[in-house]
């Protein structure tokens, strides 16, 4: 449509390979503007790698993509990315202020910004009391939202955050939460690498789960789960039960328990009645949703089978 800026990320076919590894192989998603994009896998699936492409701190052996409407690796888009990488350390001598201000200088911030851009800076992630307290004093918590806050200088149009809420505790990573949130709130895209599933579900509008270097599925929350999952406890079954079952969804098996996913509501009466007529023993019907987590699990244990 017209005026339609496009997605903040987009990529096609990513592939990426050190030597005989494989890291991403042929990475396909689109990340839409002003949302919190969730980006999700297990060790080893290619989260990194795909966000140092993304970046362009390194070149895909194939595909291609863009940020902000530009190729990957264009300097101008990249002045309009923000990042926090997962393992950073800063100088424990400098205050938060100092710190930022060091920032601003690498970013090329116009020096006559640079007071405003760092108080800004420092509001937005709750430390303006603390800005001229030395880093070393801060706690991980603290450390964390001021790396947020080097992150967003310059109003960055989408900011990169790889992990980062994987070394904090409880509390935390409760305070980050709004933080995130309030980047959304402002029309900020933020991409969220992340192995912490509770933390993608309670602040990601979408997400991607990639599994050996792909995406395996996408989509908002409420579309990756929105398949009803019925545990049926059930005796006597056989063979024939047992494919009577399967024509009603996907179906996992736990002892006396069926686990059917798919399965909408109004056809749990026509599975009992089923059931019930071929001689199966029905103790009890539970309809349930599923979890990020289930869900998570169960398409990785696929692509590794």
């Keep these: 449509?017209?005026?339609?800026?496009?997605?903040?990320?987009?990529?096609?076919?990513?592939?990426?390979?050190?030597?005989?590894?494989?890291?991403?192989?042929?990475?396909?998603?689109a990340v839409p503007r002003g949302e919190v994009f969730g980006f999700l896998g297990p060790n080893g699936a290619g989260k990194t790698t795909a966000v140092k492409v993304m970046l362009g701190l390194t070149r895909p052996t194939a595909g291609d993509g863009e940020i902000l409407g530009r190729p990957l690796g264009d300097l101008g888009a990249r002045?309009?990315?923000?990042?926090?990488?997962?393992?950073?350390?800063?100088?424990?001598?400098?205050?938060?202020?100092?710190?930022?201000?060091l920032h601003c200088r690498l970013a090329r911030i116009p020096r006559t910004h640079h007071a405003?851009?760092?108080?800004?800076?420092?509001?937005?992630?709750?430390?303006?009391?603390?800005?001229d307290d030395r880093v070393g004093g801060y706690s991980k918590g603290m450390q964390q939202r001021l790396g947020v806050g080097a992150a967003l200088l310059g109003r960055p149009e989408l900011v990169f955050l790889d992990e980062p809420t994987s070394a904090l505790d409880p509390v935390g990573r409760m305070e980050m939460r709004p933080l995130i949130r309030g980047l959304r709130d402002r029309g900020t895209t933020v991409f969220l690498n992340s192995h912490l599933l509770t933390e993608v579900e309670q602040v990601c509008d979408r997400v991607a789960i990639v599994d050996r270097g792909k995406v395996v599925?996408?989509?908002?929350?409420?579309?990756l789960?929105?398949?009803r999952e019925v545990a049926l406890r059930l005796g006597g079954l056989d063979a024939a039960s047992r494919a009577l079952v399967a024509g009603y969804g996907e179906v996992r098996e736990d002892g006396e328990w069926l686990f059917v996913r798919g399965l909408v509501e109004d056809r749990v009466p026509a599975i009992v009645e089923a059931l019930v007529a071929a001689g199966v023993r029905v103790y009890a019907v539970e309809p349930r949703h599923e979890s990020l987590e289930e869900r998570f699990s169960a398409l990785v244990s696929r692509t590794a089978a």
Excluded at 84 to 94: K, S
Excluded at 217 to 223: I, Q, S, V
């Design 1 to 29: 449509m017209p005026g339609d800026p496009g997605p903040a990320i987009r990529t096609d076919t990513l592939v990426k390979r050190f030597g005989s590894t494989t890291a991403l192989d042929g990475l396909t998603m």
């Design 79 to 101: 002045r309009r990315v923000g990042y926090l990488p997962e393992l950073f350390r800063y100088q424990a001598w400098l205050s938060g202020r100092e710190l930022l201000l």
């Design 225 to 227: 789960l929105a398949a």
């Design 217 to 223: 599925a996408m989509g908002t929350l409420d579309e």
């Design 116 to 131: 405003s851009a760092v108080a800004e800076a420092l509001a937005l992630v709750g430390l303006s009391e603390r800005g």
